[in-house]
T-cell receptor
Framework: GNSVTQMEGPVTLSEEAFLTINCTYT??????LFWYVQYPGEGLQLLLK?????DKGSNKGFEATYRKETTSFHLEKGSVQVSDSAVYFC???????????FGQGTELSVKP | DTEVTQTPKHLVMGMTNKKSLKCEQH?????MYWYKQKAKKPPELMFV???????INESVPSRFSPECPNSSLLNLHLHALQPEDSALYLC??????????????FGQGTRLTVV
């Protein structure tokens, strides 16, 4: 079946450090892949997406590339800010009526 | 407008109460979803409505009753809940529920506490 595996958190970084959050997936067919971000006390916001192999999604300095050969969609940012502190969820769209399959989430804490 | 609006933001209810959560979107999306999220966990799908018809029920207890009055509105009726049902309830919508390209937009959620 479909599944998403993310690196466990929490991840603690200093401001301006480089961020990588690993995400790998198992899926049949060709799913779309997403990164969602959840700030404390809020709902989920779509951060970026990729719909086919080798696509790169990017937004607000974050990037992720859809790698079919390694079944990965790692999230990266060159220089994190305190305001990036949040929980990040990797997700794929299954072929099951719109259902999103989420990873466990990675909590990021950025210190000044 | 890429907004999904949920009301109320917070709700405290007793185990014998009946309450409803509401969700609205004006993006012309034809699929709407209810998810339940416990603290520090990913959202868990509860229900999917596609073109105003219930298409997925993830074996949710009958004390949760969804309703889709029209293509813009989604309700979740609550009755005789248990304390373990306390969670963040998230509504989402997407262009449709068919195929793999279903980008979902989420509301801010309703924080439900059952006492």
């Amino acid at each position: 079946g479909n599944s998403v595996t993310q690196m466990e958190g929490p991840v603690t970084l200093s401001e301006e450090a480089f961020l990588t959050i690993n995400c790998t997936y198992t899926a049949t067919g060709y799913p779309s892949l997403f990164w969602y971000v959840q700030y404390p006390g809020e709902g989920l916001q779509l951060l970026l997406k990729a719909t086919k192999a080798d696509d790169k999604g990017s937004n607000k300095g974050f990037e992720a590339t859809y790698r079919k050969e390694t079944t990965s969609f790692h999230l990266e940012k060159g220089s994190v800010q305190v305001s990036d502190s949040a929980v990040y969820f990797c997700a794929l769209s299954s072929n099951q009526g719109g259902k999103l399959i989420f990873g466990q989430g990675t909590e990021l804490s950025v210190k000044p | 407008d890429t907004e999904v609006t949920q009301t109320p933001k917070h709700l405290v209810m007793g185990m014998t109460n009946k309450k409803s959560l509401k969700c609205e979107q004006h993006m012309g999306h034809r699929a709407m979803y209810w998810y339940k999220q416990k603290a520090k966990k990913p959202p868990e799908l509860m229900f999917v409505y596609s073109y105003e018809k219930l298409s997925i029920n993830e074996s949710v207890p009958s004390r949760f009753s969804p309703e889709c009055p029209n293509s813009s509105l989604l309700n979740l009726h609550l009755h005789a809940l248990q304390p373990e049902d306390s969670a963040l309830y998230l509504c989402a919508s997407s262009r449709d529920a068919a195929g793999a390209n279903t980008e979902a937009f989420f509301g801010q959620g309703t924080r439900l506490t059952v006492v």
